[in-house]
């Protein structure tokens, strides 16, 4: 427990410090110990600071918190270390949703609030429909929701595809880049709007770390030790439905983000979900934080799509945990 206590305080102490290192480096250099005397007198740079950077840090840093601590539920819930949140079909439907919107819609009444809308609706519809796929006479098989959200997943990218092959050159171009996810849109009003759905989603998911632990075992052995399984699957997938709905919403497709968080947790801190779970949050959003910082910053004056610089990262993680496992199944026998 200390060695877990002494990794929060380090994750915490260095989620300002990459908050305010984001915020300073771009175009307009701003020194990061500057920052605070900067907002408090409105120098040169507020504007930058307030209006341009910070929305962008601040959603960053939200998205790649809810990423994370929704991969840590699904690898609890399935008890497989490879599960991510896409497993379940929310991000490629809510990729669907924000495609659809993109190419047949002209923007009606809803304007700049028509695909983050779409997307999140699209994502909980799809969330819906596997549960209800999955579920017989009130209880739902964690193999059945697996297999359900690996058929939808095709389905939703068939689509996407579809939608692809229908879109002309302006709209592929938008499609494109959002379904590798940015935060070139970030604004106080998209945080605004993600910022309460986050809060909600996340804290349902904190309150199931016991369960979590419990469930580890085996969901027999969780539901004799007084655990009621079907109530934890049912918030830990509602919860996830929130956060991934809402963080794709926001920035687009992110991959790795939910992978690679838990799994460096766990190898330097323990599988304790009452500390991998809030730590994950912390994490994920230092992780997103500085990939957000490295899309921007490495082909200035471009930028690189978010999900390119997490799947650079996330890949090669990917793969070494595939040999590792392998190597570890090898000794067994």
Known sequence: MQKQTQIMLILGGLLPV???????VGAYQILPW????????????F????????????????????LAISGTTLQGIFRNPLADPGLIGITAGAGLGAS????????????IWGLPIAAFACGMFVTIGVWKISETQGKVQTVTLLLAGIALNSLAGA???????????????SLTFWLLGGFGGATWSVVLVTLPISIVGMFVLLQQASSLNAISLGESEAYHLGVPTESLKRLSVFGVAL?????VSAAGGIGF???VVPHLLRLIGGADHRYVLPGSA???????ILADLCSRTIVVPAELPVGVVTALLGGPFFLWLLIRQNLRIFKNY
């Open 159 to 173: 689509c996407i595809g579809l939608m692809t092959f229908l879109a002309d050159d302006e709209q592929l171009r």
């Open 18 to 24: 990459s908050i305010c290192v984001a915020a300073g």
């Open 47 to 66: 504007a930058v600071l307030l209006y341009v950077r910070f929305p962008r840090v601040v959603l960053a840093a939200l998205v790649g918190a809810m």
């Open 282 to 288: 912390l994490g994920g959003a230092i992780l997103l």
């Open 34 to 45: 500057k920052i605070p005397r900067i907002l408090f007198l409105q120098e040169d740079g």
């Open 100 to 111: 659809v919107w993109i190419v047949l819609s002209d923007g009606g009444i809803l304007g």
């Open 243 to 247: 956060t991934v709905g809402a963080a």
């Open 257 to 259: 983000i939910g992978l």
